[in-house]
């Protein structure tokens, strides 16, 4: 797969499509030309070669890839500027499988129901971005707005605390809270909690840095020990 010039998402593998945006991305951005290999998947973990044209040229068999378990998940409290966007690029990159953007009580940054569907919308396109060009075959799902208690009652969920416990397979899914850190009544909450190092980090990179640990664990590339 990685030996191919590209990658993109298709509704049917049997008849793949680009949309007019993937195809524009290609030849203008990556220089794709007519009769180079590329890979398409249907963001569910099936995938095949295809020969870039217009249509484009199945060359392969339909190969089916696993879905990774546990699901890895990020939730973030939201952050000023493009440092969700930002996030949510590299947490994809990564092989997180849930990402879900946080109302936490000390959140600077409020989207009210008018702004929050945009946003939303936004921080999908910027993952299928990310996930094209990570080659991932399965496309992680970008969850709406939600809050504090809705994804603290999330099985597996833990928050971030500076003297956390080591991540493990068995919390899979991580609460980064805003730069003021946690409400006493969040922090009050029944969830156990996961150190992410040392240092004092930026809410976007405590994201980062869990879902970095997380698939690595899963993968086998950290050592649970």
Known sequence: MREAAAHAFV????????????????????????????????????????????????????????????????????????????????????????????????????????????????????????????????LPAVHDLQSFAEVAATPGAALAEPDGAPPSLERPVVLVGPEGGWSEEEAAAALPRVGLGPTVLRAETAAVAAGALLCGLREGLVDPR
């Open 11 to 138: 509704v049917d593998l049997d008849a793949p499509e680009l949309s007019e945006d993937d195809r524009r991305h290609l030849q203008r951005v990556l220089r794709l030309r007519a009769g180079e290999d590329l890979t398409v998947s249907d963001a569910a973990g099936r995938w095949r070669m295809c020969r870039f044209a217009d249509p484009l040229e199945p060359v392969g068999k339909i190969v089916e890839s696993e879905r990774p378990s546990p699901l890895v998940t990020v939730a973030l409290a939201l952050t000023k500027g493009e440092r969700l966007d930002w996030a949510v690029q590299k947490l994809t990159e990564l092989g997180v499988d849930r990402i879900f953007p946080l109302v936490a009580a000390r959140s600077v940054v409020r989207w009210d129901a008018a702004r929050a569907g945009p946003h939303v919308e936004r921080l999908r396109r910027i993952a299928r971005q990310a996930a094209m060009q990570s080659r991932r075959t399965w």
